[in-house]
């Protein structure tokens, strides 16, 4: 059986995180969605800290992360874990509607997997949420639990 990883989605947007969530379901999905409405918020689930101290340890299959969001915005979240080496190989996919160059290029210089712009199309928007839930949760082999442990 499959290893089957949480999604965690850092989105604060309402109409947004609630597009994501039903493109997602729509792909029937076994893995659990976790949803961080800040950035501090996601480095406490990364973290296994504050709410998240409890939860199943493990990373999850993908980051889906906005890069405007309170508190924490995403680039440093992004920075912090991957310049981590117990993170760094966190899948990391930037969701976000800005299609600025310094955004893009801060992104990859701190090792982001994915820079997705979010479509204004609705059904674009659909589409590229479905497609980022099957490549990240299904088709995408990550390193096996524990590898860094070696």
């Known amino acids: 059986m499959p290893d089957l990883r949480p ?25 659990d969605i976790v949803i961080a409405r800040d950035g501090a918020e996601a480095l406490d689930y990364i973290y296994t800290r504050g709410a998240y101290k409890d939860r199943d340890p493990g990373h999850p299959a993908v980051v889906l992360l906005d890069l405007k969001l309170p508190k924490i915005d995403g680039l440093q979240v992004l920075e912090t874990i991957k310049s981590d080496p ?10 976000t509607s800005s299609r600025e160059e310094r955004d893009v290029l801060s992104s990859y210089e701190n090792g982001v997997n994915a820079f997705v712009v979010k479509p204004v199309d609705f059904n674009v ?26």
């Open 86 to 95: 117990a993170h760094k190989h966190v899948p990391v996919v930037m969701l």
């Open 7 to 31: 999604i965690l989605l850092v989105e604060d947007n309402p109409r947004d995180l609630e597009l994501t969530l039903a493109a997602l379901a729509k792909c029937q999905l076994a893995n």
């Open 125 to 150: 928007f659909f589409e590229a949420i479905q497609d980022l839930g099957m490549f990240w949760a299904v088709l995408n082999e990550p390193p096996p639990r524990g590898w860094n442990d070696r």
